[in-house]
C-alpha cells in the first residue's frame, strides 16, 4: 500500500513563509512527477507546481517566483517553500505523486491527506 504523508501547513501573515513536505512510504518501482496541488472552497483542485524525476518544474502562474518545489531524490520526500504568502494562497493543500508500483505497471496517481494553508493577518 502506498501512502503519502505530508506536514508543514499552518497559520501565516501575509508576506511570510511556510514549507511543505511530502513523504511516501510502502513499496514501489518508480516515480515519474511529484508536486503539489490546492483546493479552495467552491473551486476545483488546481495544481500549484510539479517536478518530474528529471528535474523539470511547472508551476501555477500566480506562485512563479514565490513558490519552490524541490525534492531530495527520485524516490525520496519532496517539499513545497512558500515565500511572499498572499490571502489567496489560503487553501488545503495536497501533494501527489505519479507512481508505477510495479515495473512495466502503469503510473497512477496518489495523493496526500491534505493540510491546512491560511493566510491571514
Known amino acids: 500500500q502506498v501512502q503519502l504523508v505530508e506536514s508543514g501547513g499552518g497559520l501565516v501573515q501575509p508576506g511570510g513563509s511556510l514549507r511543505l513536505s511530502c513523504v511516501p512510504s510502502?513499496?514501489?518501482?518508480?516515480?515519474?512527477?511529484m508536486g503539489w496541488f490546492r483546493q479552495t472552497p467552491g473551486k476545483q483542485r488546481q495544481l500549484v507546481a510539479t517536478?518530474?524525476?528529471?528535474?523539470?518544474?511547472n508551476y501555477l502562474a500566480s506562485v512563479r517566483g514565490r513558490f519552490t518545489v524541490s525534492r531530495d531524490g527520485t524516490k525520496n520526500p519532496w517539499y513545497l517553500q512558500m515565500n511572499d504568502l498572499k490571502s489567496e494562497d489560503t487553501g488545503v493543500y495536497y501533494c501527489?505523486?505519479?507512481?508505477?508500483?510495479?515495473?512495466?505497471?502503469?503510473?497512477?496517481?496518489?495523493w496526500g491527506q491534505g493540510t491546512q494553508v491560511t493566510v491571514s493577518s
Open positions: 510502502g513499496t514501489f518501482f518508480d516515480i515519474s512527477r
Open positions: 501527489n505523486a505519479r507512481i508505477q508500483r510495479v515495473i512495466a505497471d502503469d503510473y497512477d496517481d496518489y
Open positions: 517536478i518530474t524525476k528529471g528535474g523539470l518544474t
